[in-house]
């Protein structure tokens, strides 16, 4: 079928500034970086499926500031092993930008998801940023700002981007399904968009894995990722904590271990990012989910991280719940 044949991702990703949703003022300050086809280094943070990305992938593109991508665009994926260390900046990095640029003002390189970079690497790349100022510039993408060194931060123009509204995402899936001809209802929709909200693109992939009879039907295989099953835990955790019910505290963590401990390839910053960014998660509990945010990177063994920081969240929130009575 045609539906197997064609990324919905790739085919309905924005290939224009004006196909993204961004402030008044910020869609006008990148409107004129476009019209004179210049740029500063740029430093976009926020949560996944905010459109970083898409936002720079748009500037580097013929739709944006250079003319020749294939000549003058260096794209990186920070977070690969072989990319965040700081042979790649003195080995890769340093020796494309030696090579001057062809029928563009400079070279841009983009690091995607830079707060991965290791401190030497980002050591380096503050040496390369100035030696090669005045024919590349640097777009970096990244989760944390935190992760950022100041002397990096202080040599780039910043930009702060939120997650994608629900309302807009819906919208956005819809529009899709529509033109794909796919028959579908509101609540299977919204069943799937409230699964894997916020990332955009594993919700679009889903609905197109969803799709293949031409009828938008739940797979919940698919639908329900083993983050958002061990996010959906731990909210229990805390719900638990709060209604005081302590005594369901073992259950509901003998299930989480077990998940741990069965799932080796859970992707544990999104699911850091989705308990922060919930409403309903509480601000001493938001405050251990942040520290563990930060050293993740850094930790032995991810499944056993995630797991202090559940044992620290239980601590906290008792002590909490002492403290206000």
Known sequence: MEILNTLWV?????????????????????????????????LFSGPPGSGKS??????????????????????????????????????????YLKVPPLGDGYKIVFIDEADYLTDASFHSLRGIIEKYSDKSRFILTVNYLSKVPDAIQSRMTGYSFKQFPTEFVTKYCKDILVKEN?????????????????????????????????????????????EKTLVSLIMEVINFIQSNQDHKLNAIISSIVQLLTSNQDLEFRSVYVDLFNRPETPIPAKIIVNKFTNSHQDCLVPSMHALAMVYEIIEILQKYKQIKK
């Open 54 to 95: 898409t936002l720079a992938r748009i500037l580097c593109s013929k739709n944006g500031i250079i003319s020749s991508p294939d000549d003058n665009l260096l794209e990186i994926n920070g977070s690969a092993k072989e990319t965040r260390g700081i042979s790649f900046v003195q080995d890769t990095i340093e020796p």
């Open 10 to 42: 790739e085919k309905y990703r924005p290939r224009t500034l004006e196909e993204l949703v961004l402030p008044e003022d910020v869609m006008g300050e990148f409107k004129q970086y476009i019209l004179k086809r210049q740029i500063p280094n740029l």
């Open 182 to 226: 796919i028959k579908h209802d509101d609540k299977t929709l919204k069943y799937i968009v409230d699964n894997l909200y916020p990332d955009i693109r594993k919700i679009v992939n889903a609905l197109q894995r969803c799709s293949t009879s031409g009828e938008l039907k739940i797979n919940k295989d698919i639908v329900q990722t083993s």
